[in-house]
C-alpha cells in the first residue's frame, strides 16, 4: 500500500497504549509501518511509545524509518530530538528542533521542545520567547504553558510565573506537570499550604515521581509536619535513592525528630553523593553532621556553582559597585538578615549594633528580609540603626536593586545558607564588599563573598584552607551579645517539673543538635550523678521528648530523669537558667546563642570543640571569658569533668563563682568595646580595597 495508515488503525494502537498495552500497541504499529511504507506516522509512533519504555535501540530504529520516509518532518525531528535528550547528545537534539523548525516555524511541540532543552540547559531567557510564539498560536498547549511558568520562575519573575501557572491548572486541571510548576512557584513564593495542595493534586493526577514527593517533602517541612515531611522524602528516595536533596532532607529532619537509627547510613550516602558533585545537599543541614570542614566547604561551593548559574541565566552578574564613602567620609555599613524580630541573630547584634550608631564615622543601615513581628528586639533594632529598611517579600532582583540604590561600602549578610537565605541577592553584587558574619557558622564557598569575621579559637590557623573567604579575625570573640538581658527569678523547681534536690544539667539546644554521640555523652554523666536530671526543650513535636526517653532507656537511664520546657518567653527561659547547674553542650554543632544566654545567666558550659566552626563556638565563648577548663580534650574527658562538677557541689559553685567574675571583666559581654573592634575590622577591610588590595587574612590584635 502506498496511501497512509488508517486513522481508525493508528488510533486503536494508541488506545491499547493507553490501556497500558504498549506491546500490543508496538506490534499494530509495526504492522501499519510495514503495509505503508511512505507514512512516517505509524514508525514515529511506534518510535515515540519504545522511547516511552525505555528501549533506545528499538526507538531509534523506528525513527530512522520515519525519517527515511519523511526527512523534514518537524513530527519526526522533534521525536528524535527526544531521543538524542535520551541518549545525552543535547547538541543532537538542539539541532533537530532547529531543523523541524526550520521546516515549520510554528511547529508547537517543536517550540516546546526546544524551549524544555534550552530549559535545562539553565537558559530560560532564551527559552521564554519559543514558549510564548507557541502559545499564540495554541493558547491552550496546557505543556508550554508550564514550561512557561517554570521559565519565569527561574528568571526571577515569580509574579508572572504565578500567574502561567494557575492559569495552566485553569485551562487543564488534569494535567498533572502543571500542577507540579505551580507547587514549585508556591514554594518559592513562600505560600506553602498551597505549595502542600498543589503537589497533592499532583500525585492524585499520577505526577508520582520522586521530584512530585521531594516537593511534597518541602511543603510540609515548611509547615512544621515534620513525620510527614519525613515519610515524604523517603518516598521520594524510595524512587530515586540518588536524589540528593531529598537525601539531605531527610536526614535533617530525622535529626529534628530524633530519630536516629537511620542516621549513620544516610550520612554515608549523603557524603558519597557530595564527593561524587551531587548538588542539592544543603550546606546548613551538613553543620550537624560529622562530616569534617573540607566536606562542608565542598556543600557550600557546590550549593555557591548552583545560585551563580541560576543568576547568570536570569541576568548579566553586575560588576561589583565601587566604594562609596571617601577616606574621610562616614562608611555605610548594611547588616542584612532574616532575623531581625524574635529571633537569635537579633538578640545577638541589637545592643553591639546600638554602640556602633554612636560612632560618628560609620552609618550602619539595616534590612529586614522577614515582615515586621511587632516585638520589643525589632523596635530596639529600628531605633538602633540609621535606618530599618522593609525589603520582605521581595523578589531577588528587586531586593538587590534596593540594596544597591543604598550606596553601601559593606554589606554584612547575617543569614549565609541558614533558612531565609538571600544568596541569590548577594551574588548579584549589590554592595563592593560582601561579608558573612554570626548566623551561618560555616564557610559560603561563595565567589560573592569577599570576607568572613571570626576568631582565633573558632577558625584556628590549621583550618584556614577550609573557608572560601578572606578570614579576619577580631582579638577577642567573633560573637557579639546582649549584656542588656535581665536575668529574672524563676519560679520554684517543683512548678517546672524539676526534683527539689539533686544536680540539674541543662541543653537547651534544638533537637537537631542532639547527635547520638552527643546523647552517648549525656547517659554517661547522668548514670555517673546519682539523683542528676537532665533538663532538655520539649521543641514543636511530641515526638522528640517521646524518642529522646526510649533512647535514654535503651542506654540504662531512666525516662524520668529527663525534663522538658516548653517553649516560653524569653526572659522567663533565661530565668530557668537559675536551677541550672551546668549545661552541657553538643557535637558537632554547639550551643551559639544558647550558650551565650546561659553563660550570661551565670550558667557554665561544658562543651568539647571539634575542627569545625560549629563545633567550636562555645569554646570560643569560654576561651574569651577564660574558663578553659571548660572545654574538654575529649568525650571521655567531657564525661569525666561533668561527673565530678555534677558530685561535688563546691568544685561547681567555685567554677559558678569564676564565671560571675568573668563575665563582669572579660570582654565577651563589653559590646562598648566589641563595636570599636567591630569597626576597626570594617575600616580593615575597606583600606585594602582602596589601596587597590584584594581581601586577605587580617588578625585585629586587642587595643587597651
Keep these: 500500500m502506498t496511501g497512509p495508515a488508517p486513522v481508525d488503525a493508528v488510533n486503536r494502537a494508541l488506545e491499547l497504549a493507553e490501556r497500558g498495552q504498549a506491546a500490543a500497541a508496538l506490534a499494530q504499529l509495526e504492522a501499519l509501518a510495514s503495509r505503508h511504507p511512505a507514512d512516517p506516522g505509524p514508525p514515529r509512533l511506534a518510535g515515540a511509545l519504545a522511547l516511552r519504555a525505555g528501549d533506545l535501540a528499538t526507538a531509534r530504529a523506528f525513527l530512522e524509518s520515519a525519517l527515511a520516509r519523511a526527512p523534514d518532518s518537524p513530527d519526526v525531528l522533534s521525536t528524535l530530538a527526544a531521543l538524542a535528550r535520551r541518549e545525552g547528545d543535547e547538541t543532537a537534539a538542539e539541532a533537530l528542533l532547529r531543523q523541524a523548525l526550520e521546516t515549520d516555524p510554528g511547529h508547537v511541540p517543536g517550540l516546546n521542545n526546544l524551549a524544555g532543552l534550552l530549559f535545562a540547559q539553565q537558559r530560560p531567557a532564551l527559552a521564554e520567547p519559543l514558549l510564548r510564539s507557541a502559545l499564540a498560536i495554541v493558547p491552550g498547549h496546557a505543556p508550554a504553558r508550564?514550561?512557561?511558568?517554570?521559565?519565569?520562575?527561574?528568571?526571577?519573575?515569580?509574579?508572572?510565573?504565578?500567574?502561567?501557572?494557575?492559569?495552566a491548572v485553569r485551562a487543564a486541571p488534569g494535567y498533572a506537570p502543571a500542577w507540579q510548576v505551580l507547587g514549585q512557584v508556591q514554594l518559592a513564593r513562600g505560600e506553602y499550604a498551597l505549595a502542600q495542595s498543589a503537589w497533592e493534586r499532583a500525585l492524585a493526577l499520577g505526577a508520582d515521581g520522586p521530584d512530585s514527593h521531594y516537593g511534597m517533602a518541602q511543603a510540609l517541612d515548611e509547615l512544621g509536619h515534620w513525620p510527614q515531611a519525613l515519610a515524604a522524602a523517603e518516598r521520594a528516595l524510595a524512587l530515586d535513592p540518588a536524589l540528593a536533596p531529598a537525601l539531605s532532607l531527610a536526614q535533617y529532619l530525622a535529626r529534628r525528630l530524633c530519630r536516629h537509627q537511620a542516621l549513620p547510613a544516610r550520612r554515608e550516602r549523603l557524603l558519597a553523593l557530595l564527593d561524587q558533585g551531587a548538588e542539592g545537599i544543603a550546606p546548613f543541614a551538613l553543620l550537624s553532621e560529622e562530616a569534617g570542614p573540607a566536606a562542608q566547604r565542598r556543600a557550600a561551593g557546590l550549593a555557591a556553582a548552583a545560585v551563580q548559574r541560576r543568576v547568570e541565566a536570569a541576568a548579566p552578574t553586575p560588576a561589583a559597585p565601587a566604594l562609596v564613602g571617601g577616606a574621610e567620609g562616614p562608611l555605610r555599613v548594611g547588616f542584612v538578615s532574616s532575623g531581625f524580630g524574635q529571633h537569635p541573630t537579633a538578640l545577638l547584634v541589637v545592643e553591639m549594633v546600638e554602640h556602633l550608631r554612636r560612632h560618628p564615622g560609620i552609618e550602619v543601615i539595616g534590612f529586614a528580609t522577614t515582615p515586621d513581628d511587632g516585638g520589643p528586639l525589632r523596635r530596639r533594632l529600628a531605633d538602633a540603626f540609621h535606618g530599618l529598611h522593609d525589603l520582605a517579600g521581595l523578589a531577588n532582583?528587586?531586593?538587590?536593586?534596593?540594596?544597591?540604590?543604598?550606596?553601601?561600602?559593606?554589606?554584612?549578610?547575617?543569614?549565609?545558607?541558614?533558612?531565609?537565605?538571600?544568596?541569590?541577592?548577594?551574588?548579584?553584587?549589590?554592595?563592593?564588599?560582601?561579608?558573612?558574619?554570626?548566623?551561618?557558622?560555616?564557610?559560603?564557598?561563595?565567589?560573592?563573598?569577599?570576607?568572613?569575621?571570626?576568631?582565633?579559637?573558632?577558625?584556628?590557623?590549621?583550618?584556614?584552607?577550609?573557608?572560601?573567604?578572606?578570614?579576619?579575625?577580631?582579638?577577642?570573640?567573633?560573637?557579639?551579645?546582649?549584656?542588656?538581658?535581665?536575668?529574672?527569678?524563676?519560679?520554684?523547681r517543683g512548678q517546672l517539673g524539676l526534683p527539689e534536690q539533686g544536680m540539674v544539667f541543662a541543653c537547651f539546644n534544638n533537637s537537631y543538635k542532639y547527635s547520638p554521640e552527643s546523647l552517648q555523652r549525656f547517659w554517661r554523666v547522668l548514670a555517673g550523678v546519682p539523683g542528676s536530671v537532665l533538663w532538655l526543650l520539649a521543641g514543636r513535636q511530641a515526638e522528640v521528648a517521646d524518642n529522646l526517653r526510649a533512647a535514654a532507656a535503651t542506654a540504662g537511664v531512666e525516662p524520668a530523669r529527663l525534663v522538658f520546657a516548653p517553649k516560653q518567653a524569653h526572659a522567663a527561659y533565661l530565668a530557668c537558667y537559675r536551677h541550672a547547674g551546668l549545661f552541657l553542650d553538643t557535637t558537632p554543632y554547639n550551643a551559639h546563642t544558647t550558650a551565650s544566654d546561659a553563660l550570661w545567666a551565670g550558667c557554665p558550659v561544658l562543651t568539647v570543640p571539634g575542627r569545625t566552626f560549629a563545633s567550636r563556638v562555645a569554646g570560643s565563648l569560654n576561651a574569651c571569658l577564660g574558663l578553659d577548663a571548660m572545654n574538654a580534650d575529649d568525650d571521655e574527658d567531657f564525661v569525666g569533668r561533668a561527673i565530678a562538677l555534677g558530685r561535688d557541689p563546691a568544685l561547681l559553685a567555685a567554677v559558678r563563682a569564676d564565671l560571675a567574675l568573668a563575665r563582669d571583666r572579660s570582654p565577651l559581654f563589653d559590646m562598648a568595646g566589641f563595636a570599636r573592634d567591630f569597626e576597626r575590622a570594617i575600616r580593615a577591610m575597606v583600606n585594602r580595597s582602596r589601596a587597590g588590595l584584594p581581601p586577605a587574612d587580617l588578625d585585629l590584635e586587642p587595643q587597651p
Excluded at 508550564?146 to 492559569?167: F, I, M, P, V, W
Excluded at 537565605?421 to 564557598?445: C, E, F, H, K, M
Design 146 to 167: 508550564s514550561n512557561l511558568a517554570a521559565c519565569l520562575l527561574a528568571l526571577d519573575r515569580g509574579t508572572e510565573a504565578l500567574a502561567q501557572a494557575d492559569q
Design 397 to 492: 532582583p528587586v531586593m538587590a536593586q534596593r540594596l544597591a540604590a543604598q550606596r553601601l561600602d559593606v554589606l554584612v549578610d547575617l543569614r549565609g545558607w541558614g533558612g531565609g537565605s538571600i544568596a541569590d541577592v548577594l551574588a548579584r553584587r549589590p554592595a563592593p564588599l560582601q561579608v558573612n558574619w554570626l548566623a551561618y557558622p560555616g564557610t559560603s564557598g561563595a565567589p560573592w563573598i569577599d570576607w568572613m569575621i571570626a576568631d582565633r579559637f573558632v577558625l584556628p590557623d590549621a583550618e584556614r584552607g577550609h573557608y572560601s573567604e578572606a578570614v579576619l579575625r577580631l582579638p577577642h570573640c567573633f560573637q557579639p551579645s546582649d549584656s542588656t538581658r535581665l536575668v529574672g527569678e524563676p519560679p520554684p
